[in-house]
């Protein structure tokens, strides 16, 4: 599922780019949930995440550019895809790093090139995920490559030792640091819940909101304090809305 906003003071604005993109993740086969705002202040007081944005620039209250600096601050991956009638912008929008800059009208050859550049690039950055390892010395002396994909937790368990649970069940054991190893891998992939545990977002079956509980996909249970449970929520969020089906 790719999460999608559309931000314009115009509603005839915010229809024609809806019937664009819907019909082109239809073609793709690609589910898709959009939700539109007339505004900027109402996309940031929303706490829901997205995977694209389409910002007009021109807009009152909070024009797109000062909308797009504050949403960077909590939201530093989602693709911007900035609509204007003015070329004067594309400079002083270039420091919010968009993925897109274009002008009004917007058609839909230039609508549909540029989303087509944003799933070459998601499946890029998939593939090379797919690809990234993890090496762990295990405690009988033998160095192990795991493929990120493969683990699903690492736990700071007994005697000073940190366990890797893989999705094949199989379980290492390391006297490295729970904190060393989260220092090692790529933090868009991996959430440390609490102390002890390092936990792969991607094998995230569910979050148990009474019980304050992350359930792994092969069923295991992972408690979060509460002080961190608000966060674990707008991590899982920000993944959630990069991914699709």
Not at 36 to 56: K, Q
Not at 215 to 244: H, Q, S, T
């Amino acid at each position: 599922m790719i999460r999608i906003a559309i931000v314009d003071d115009e509603p005839e604005q915010i229809q024609s780019i809806e019937k664009m993109v819907l019909d082109f993740f239809e073609q793709k086969n690609i589910k898709t949930s959009i939700k539109s705002y007339t505004n900027g202040s109402d996309l940031l007081n929303d706490t829901d995440s997205y995977a694209i944005i389409f910002l007009d620039i021109q807009m009152p209250d909070k024009d797109g550019i000062e909308t797009a600096e504050q949403l960077r601050q909590r939201n530093k991956r989602a693709a911007l895809f900035f609509v204007t009638s003015y070329q004067d912008y594309i400079q002083k929008s270039m420091t919010i790093h968009p993925f897109a800059f274009t002008t009004k009208p917007l058609t839909k050859e230039v609508l549909y090139r540029n989303l087509n550049d944003y799933l070459s690039y998601t499946d890029s950055v998939r593939k090379k995920k797919s690809k990234e390892k993890c090496l762990i010395h295990t405690t009988d002396g033998l160095y192990v490559q795991l493929a990120l994909d493969d683990i699903l937790y690492f736990h700071y368990w007994e005697n000073r030792l940190v366990r890797v649970v893989t999705t094949s069940r199989k379980i290492y054991r390391t006297n490295d640091s729970i904190s060393n190893i989260y220092a090692e891998l790529n933090a868009t992939f991996f959430i440390m819940p609490s102390q002890s545990f390092i936990v792969n977002l991607h094998h995230i079956r569910e979050l148990d909101g009474v019980n304050k509980k992350i359930v792994m996909k092969n069923g295991d249970p992972i408690l979060i304090p509460r002080r961190k449970y608000k966060e674990v929520i707008e991590i899982m969020n920000l993944y959630i809305a990069n991914e699709e089906d």
